[in-house]
């Protein structure tokens, strides 16, 4: 197997645009929506459950969307899909910065998070999954390593710009940001690699040595079994960071100081990532399925009853681990299982469950604050929640593995 060093040298041209597509979905990822949800209730005079309800609005409507856009992956190069998407998230960023009506803002959350969670994210999964075969875990991996850099310094310094800038310019700089990173996209991948070709050079087939279509790949219990996990992990990951400023005042923290130790955990998804990658590329993704969600059984139990913000900084240590067997697991598996053919409208579906689950979950966790649920004991049925979204993948992971392996 080709060292590490060596296959970044060799690949890196088509590796560093998935990096930064990864990076710049970051203004669509709630960790850094959510740095702002108190300055947006604040200006649109929302309770947390009316600010949770247009949230989940938003962005379960962009969970159906992907279920069409996700497929254009398939048919669409990534040096013109990547820009378009970064182009059409600068105007979701321009528009927030400018947004004075409530009645507006649905439609600019929708506007995020589907090019930004979803799209961004996609594309560049699909782009390291179907262009490489031997090294796609390492090629999920560094593409992850995009996302993991906006995880660790965006929320951070969107909290301490605020002290110095108003909220909204702040959105304005991002979206000048987008628009300056579309054509560098572009030119990177002006002599992109061929998805359809190298996919029939290296035959990268699934079960049964063929190519599943959608409507068979989500019919089968692989899939089945993994829609509890890949919705559980986006949707309370999701609540833990809609409500970060919210979590802070009820334990009587300061939110800088709780945003503070969201880097810990992104070193912690580092280097999950790269051991997962490692690890999918010896012992192959269904092997590891069942098992990444475990850490955050414990996460979100220390979040639960954590007395300060150490504790804290342990679950979100636990919270990275997971973290990166959800960047590299999800679309090795359905390229071992699936092939990849298919690849970008199987892996929408996912997207799109993903998605539909970041928007269930902080309109549901707004909407019991409302009514009067502790939030500590939210956080408690969530770690119950993932516990089980674990289990239900054994057994048909490990009856798809033999068959295949048979």
């Not at 970064?86 to 927030?96: H, K, W």
């Not at 219990?221 to 993994?226: D, K, N, Y």
């Not at 580092?270 to 012992?283: N, Q, R």
Request: proline share 4%.
């Amino acid at each position: 197997m080709i060292s590490t060093a060596d296959f970044v040298k060799q690949n890196g041209r088509y590796l560093l645009p998935g990096a930064m597509l990864m990076f710049m979905s970051c203004f669509g990822q709630t960790f850094f929506i959510g740095t702002f949800a108190a300055d947006i209730r604040t200006h649109f005079s929302l309770s947390h459950g009316g600010w949770g309800a247009i949230y989940m609005l938003g962005t379960g409507t962009s969970a159906v969307i992907m279920l069409w856009a996700g497929t254009l992956a398939d048919r669409i190069r990534v040096r013109i899909l990547g820009p378009l998407m970064l182009l059409l998230l600068a105007s979701a960023c321009i528009a927030l910065s400018q947004l004075s009506s409530v009645w507006v803002l649905p439609f600019v959350i929708l506007a995020l998070r589907l090019t930004g969670q979803g799209m961004l994210t996609h594309t560049a999964g699909v782009a390291m999954a179907r262009w490489f075969a031997a090294s796609r875990g390492r090629a999920l991996a560094f593409a992850t390593m995009g996302f993991m850099c906006a995880e660790a310094i965006m929320p951070l310094t969107a909290v301490s710009l605020k002290t110095q800038f108003h909220w909204q310019w702040i959105w304005l700089a991002a979206g000048l940001l987008c628009l300056a990173m579309a054509p560098v996209v572009f030119l990177l991948l002006r002599q992109e690699r061929e998805p359809q070709s190298l996919a029939k050079d290296e035959k990268a087939l699934g079960m049964e040595g063929r190519n599943w279509s959608r409507r068979e790949a989500i019919q089968h219990p692989v899939f089945l079994s993994a829609i509890p996990a890949m919705m559980a992990f986006p949707a309370f990951a999701t609540v833990f960071f809609f409500q970060q400023a919210y979590f802070a005042e009820i334990k009587g923290w300061s939110h800088l100081s709780l945003v503070a130790v969201f880097p810990l955990g992104t070193l912690s998804f580092g280097i999950s990532t790269l051991v997962y990658g490692w690890l999918i590329d010896k012992l192959g993704a269904a092997r590891l399925m069942p098992l990444y969600l475990l850490p955050l059984v414990a996460a979100f139990t220390i979040h639960a009853w954590a007395p300060t913000v150490s504790w804290v900084a342990v679950g979100v240590v636990l919270m990275g681990m997971a973290g990166g067997g959800m960047a590299t697991l999800p679309a090795s598996v359905w390229s071992e299982f699936f092939g990849t053919q298919h690849l970008g409208a199987i892996k929408a579906t996912v997207a799109a469950f993903g998605v539909l689950g970041s928007a269930l979950g902080p309109g549901l966790s707004g909407w019991m604050i409302d009514q009067g649920i502790n939030y500590q004991s939210q956080l408690q049925g969530f770690a119950i929640c993932f516990a089980v979204a674990s289990a239900v993948m054994v057994v048909p992971f490990a009856r798809a593995r033999n068959s295949t392996a048979a």
